[in-house]
């Protein structure tokens, strides 16, 4: 089966004044212009081609590949904006890509970088562009493992720190607290999976160690306060002493264990010591709970 907007590997069926034919099977014959065609090229000849449309909308095969192809997510610079149709962007085609307004979460101006997803579109059957990504998304478990190295393209920016696309198919977040640089919108990098929750959400780090230098005592800190219902009386104010004793840790692991505890929403600061944010057995007050730690 041949696929349009993909790399496809096709027999020469024909030779013609304008190029050769190719067996493009469930499409019909495509045909590759003289431009593209290798010295030496005949019928019979296999070639590799990406099939696409020209700019009447007939199909057609060419050599030259795009920066990203259907069913992948790709950083793209808008070239031009319809204001009744959408944008159009540049994938390294001599036709550029739309992106119609309806499949846009925002609108979009000449000069933007957009990271997009690039589909077949059913109403038209025309390659086009989206930034709906959520849509596209595995919805698989992921089945990563802790220290593994992915490849990342940034999508976004919360509290918690960048939203990473995993292996161009899951989810994941770099946070802050791990980060001593700033990232951009459709940044390509490699990083490293940090862990994979229950829920399936995925933890990322950009360093292989990361933030797993503090993962077990964060981990052994919310084991601690599960087993003590809820809540420990220690925090940054109490003495290196103390937090040896409890933890076997220093103080400055266990701050920042406790602040990316925090960061991550796993625990709450109380007025003396930190507790876990839903339903401990002996709740404090609300009025005894610090929204914001200074120093």
Same mark, same amino acid.
């Given at each position: 089966m041949v696929n349009l907007g993909k790399k496809n590997t096709l027999r020469v069926l024909r030779i013609a004044r304008q190029g050769l034919y190719l067996d493009g099977q469930n499409l019909g014959d495509i045909l590759l212009p003289n431009q593209y065609v290798a010295p030496g090229t005949g019928v019979d000849s296999m070639v590799e081609v990406f099939v696409t449309c020209d700019s009447e909308d007939r199909l057609i095969a060419m050599t030259?590949?795009? =920066?990203? $192809?259907?069913?992948?997510?790709?950083?793209?610079q808008v070239v031009s904006v319809d204001p009744q149709m959408g944008a159009f962007l540049d994938w390294g085609l001599n036709k550029d890509l739309f992106l119609p307004i309806r499949e846009q979460t925002r609108r979009v101006r000449r000069g933007d970088w957009v990271v997009v997803f690039i589909l077949v579109d059913e109403r038209s059957g025309r390659i086009i562009a989206?930034?709906?990504?959520?849509? =596209?998304? $595995?919805r698989e478990e992921p089945t990563y493992r802790a220290g593994e190295k992915v490849n990342l393209m940034i999508i976004g920016e919360t509290e918690l720190g960048y939203e990473a696309i995993v292996e161009g198919a899951h989810k994941g977040l770099l946070y802050h607290t791990d980060l001593r640089i700033r990232l951009f919108h459709g940044q390509k990098i490699e990083g490293y999976v940090r862990q994979v929750r229950e829920d399936g959400k995925i933890d990322l780090a950009l360093d292989p160690a990361g933030y797993s230098r503090v993962r077990p005592l964060a981990e052994r800190i919310i084991d601690e306060l599960r087993a003590k219902g809820g809540r420990l009386p220690y925090d940054d104010s109490s003495s290196p002493e103390d937090i040896r004793a409890a933890f076997s840790a220093s103080k400055k692991a266990f701050k920042q264990a406790i602040g990316a505890l925090y960061k991550e929403r796993r625990i709450i600061m109380l007025e003396q010591g930190i507790g876990l944010p839903i339903d401990p057995p002996d709740p404090l007050p609300p009025s005894q709970h610090r929204v914001d730690r200074q120093g």
């Open positions: 030259t590949m795009p =920066f990203a $192809s259907v069913g992948e997510f790709g950083s793209l989206t930034t709906r990504l959520n849509r =596209f998304l $595995s």
